[in-house]
């Protein structure tokens, strides 16, 4: 049988979540940001196409069946296989998520280890020990705070408003989660409170749209 359009797009959007060693938080979070539906198979064409071509901004290389092993190019810095570490995925979350704040303007894998090799001196991930580790972790926690607070007062003050007039419905249980969530981050202006906020006040805002 022959694959339809849309379910090539699906898998290839798959294939895409699997080289990019992508958990399934940041993958569901792509789907809904970027596609706007939690699933892929829930996707139109266009929404399937708009997600795919985030993929190969992050980093994602399609590859075409019809060359032959004498016909592949050599590996590349950009080629190599990803780190696949829990504190590699963190990064590459972190360095995902930049972009979405509007911070970092090429999210692909070559541009994190151009980043990687500035600030810890080696050129990819895997290369790094503990403590070039951590300082990725925190200089990428420090770069995202120069806006994030904004952010999820802006977020904050979009949803307060959705939600008086009604625009946005929240039960009595999602309402008292979200001034919770909101009231940890404005207690405690750190990075992963912030994330939490800015990340729960996103999916509540959706709603709007």
């Known amino acids: 049988m022959k694959t339809s359009p849309r379910q090539k797009l699906v898998r290839l959007i798959h294939v895409a979540k699997r080289d990019l060693r992508m958990n399934d938080d940041t993958y569901r979070d792509i789907l809904f940001k970027v596609g706007k539906k939690k ?14 071509e985030h993929m190969k901004k992050c980093g994602f290389k399609v590859r075409h069946k019809n ?64 403590d070039q580790v951590l300082t990725m972790i925190e200089t990428l926690k420090k770069w995202a705070m120069r806006v994030l607070p904004g952010k999820v007062h802006e977020l904050a003050h979009e949803v307060a408003g959705a939600v008086r007039t009604g625009k946005i419905p929240l039960s009595p249980e999602e309402l008292a989660d979200l001034n919770a969530v909101y009231a940890k981050a404005r207690q405690f202006p750190s990075f992963d409170p912030m994330w939490t906020a800015y990340e729960h006040l996103s999916v509540i805002a959706e709603r709007a749209h």
Request: glycine share 6%; hydrophobic share 40%; charged share 25%.
């Open 39 to 52: 699933s892929s198979a829930d996707m139109t064409i266009p929404e399937l196409e708009h997600t795919l």
């Open 67 to 130: 060359k032959t092993a004498g016909q592949r190019k050599p590996a590349t810095p950009c080629s190599r296989t990803l780190a696949d570490f829990p504190e590699a995925r963190k990064i590459r979350a972190l360095w995902l998520f930049l972009h979405q704040l509007g911070l970092v303007k090429n999210p692909n894998e070559a541009a994190l280890g151009a980043y990687c090799k500035r600030i810890t001196g080696v050129d990819a991930l895997q290369w790094m020990d503990g």
